[in-house]
């Protein structure tokens, strides 16, 4: 770098209007002092890049190029030089690197020369994985960009964008690395933000609150974005989505979204909690700084041992279908191991979250299936239903009016995420009774601490009438005579359909971590599972499953209802995400 003076204020703000109007946009071919730019590389709002060549050095670089409309404008370009120099001081493996800056002269703008990144965007990278990559994954792809981040925040450069279009991935030697670049917009702490008064700076899906409001930023800003970025590459959707910008932030601002673990049950409890502790609407709450988030998400990866970032980031790149097969099992057995441990410590919900986890990866996982069904139905659990997706969170749904005491609820084990969720994440209204203190034979509550059930109550299901008493289970001398006709013999006892009208059935319908919302015949309504149906008349009914709550239903199957009958029908998906019956699934409940 050619030592020179600073330049003038007139040189750096595009001088006279007429000098800014005269500058021209660059094109491939141009030469910019010993620069020949080759071909664009991206455009943006603030600039455009190109791949150049340096003739003197014979290298490859970056030209990023202020766009003449931002120079035009009053201190566009001292911004754009000013947040140049910030991002130069910047030495990180995971950063762009800024080589040197040129003001704006003879007819062009100001430019700066980054170096080249040879790669791919994560944003195409995703979508050549289909839109989203295994968590855990994610997870170490995105601690390499949290330690970028926390580097630039030790500088106090805040990045403001972060999102897939400005990560690369750059394949190196026998590895690959993770690259945070495009620093365009980029604020720096104690400098005044040189946009034009009410401009929105950033991309809207990866804005905190705050920066969508046009307040102060800090670094937890950074904190957010990764949130969003999190949730996005592990389940293939946005957090907070909208048909235009308007729409976006209004979503933004009410805090209100699905967990990720709801939308795809390979997200695990630890991951589905780093995600919400960065999507916290108050930046105080969110994770402390962007080093934390990094070591979390390290720990996260590194349970099922990925802890070589640039290694298992080139198998990304190279071998991904390998990659996923030797992954799933090792993944799934790791889920199974997790949920053994949370069984022997009675927490269920984290056990039937891990478990949610393990048969997502490994759909026929003989043993995770058996573990689900075993603490699905043991009495000591009660009847407990999976209200959110992978099971994350704890929601006993008990039958038939069970209730338990308060004392029990108090030892039932906390749910995998604290209270303060409940401020920015508003899950499905529950379709369980509301819990009430239950006593024990004696009139004292028990005090085990797991929950001790009491006998179903009728009162709190649709009552069902019972065909009259007839004559034969009365002693003889108690039947009155004449009025009713002699008793058949017992072998010859008429049954029920043909004294009285067939009896209404009962189906209850459930679907595996809630990854859908299931209903009979024409019930339209999206309601979260399970779904009560107490009087059902005897025949075929179709049962549907909704995989979202504007999504059109989907017809899982076709029961054939008998008088009386009480169906449990479990709804899971296959291996491509349909919905389905497993044979063998649908039985009868107490």
Known sequence: MTERNDPSQEELDGAHPSQASAIQPPRAGDVLGRFVLEYPLGHGAMATVFRAHDPTLGRRVAIKVLNPAVASQSGGAERFRREAMAVAALRHPNIVEVYDFVPAAGGHSAYLIEELIVGETLQSLLQARGGALIPELAALVAAEVAEALFAAHKHGVVHRDVKPANIMIERRDQGARVVLADFGVAHVGDLTTMTATGAMVGSPAYMAPEQARGQSVGPAVDVWAMGVLLYQMATGKL???????????????????????QIDARVGPELDRII????RPNPSDRIASAQELA???RACAGHVGLTDPSKVVRELLDKPTQLAETLAPKLAAH???NARAFVRKRQLARALAELGRAVAYVPNHAEASRMIDRLSSQRKWGRVVLAAGGGALLAAAIWGGVRWSAQHKRALPAAPFDAAVTETIKPPAPTSIAPAPVAAANGHTTPDAAPVLAAPKAAKRVPRKKPEVIATSLPPAEVPAPTPPPPEPAAAKPTPSETVAPLPASVRLFARFAFCFPSLDGD???KAPPRIYDVVQPGPHQVFCALTKE???VLVTTLSVKPGARLDVN??????GKPIVPAGSSGAHP
């Open 276 to 279: 919400v502790g960065c999507l």
């Open 524 to 526: 339209n309504s999206r």
């Open 239 to 261: 957090p907070f989505a909208g048909r235009d910008p308007i729409t976006v932030i209004t979503s933004i601002c009410k805090g209100e979204y699905r967990r990720a673990g």
């Open 571 to 576: 709804i899971v998906p296959d291996a491509t």
């Open 551 to 553: 999504g059109p239903r």
């Open 335 to 337: 889920a199974v191991q």
């Open 295 to 297: 070591m979390q998400l």
